[in-house]
């Protein structure tokens, strides 16, 4: 991987769960690693059931994120990529240095 197809610009967020006004809790996503460069490869698109009350079908849609290696990064969190939020659904650190770091991700249904 040269860092010439780090090209993309994205951002990583991880959920923030504070207490509210009333007591309730209340979940934010905040900027973990506000501006980062990837190389970006969109892999394949489905439809499923939604989960929601509503039901119906959602678009969903699979792509991997290559970044530089950066420690923290976790399945609890996600990718923000041209408007579109995708969960992180695996981190590879994949090769030996651990230089660099794979993240498989996917749109839908998800809690953004």
């Keep these: 991987m040269h860092s010439q197809q780090l090209d993309k ?13 009333s007591g309730g809790i ?6 973990f690693l506000p501006s980062v460069y990837a190389a970006v490869r969109h892999l394949s698109g489905n439809e499923r059931q ?6 119906g079908q959602v678009a969903q849609a ?3 994120f290559t970044i530089r290696s950066r420690p923290g990064v976790t399945e609890e969190m996600r990718v923000l990529h041209r408007s579109k939020t995708y ?9 030996e240095r651990g230089a660099w770091m ?11």
């Design 102 to 112: 794979l993240l498989t991700c996917e749109t839908g249904v998800n809690d953004g």
């Design 9 to 21: 610009s994205i951002q990583i967020q991880q959920c923030q769960v504070s207490k509210g006004v």
């Design 87 to 95: 969960n992180i659904t695996h981190v590879n650190p994949f090769n």
């Design 50 to 55: 939604a989960t929601s009350a509503g039901g």
């Design 62 to 64: 699979r792509a991997e």
């Design 26 to 31: 209340v979940k934010a996503w905040i900027p």
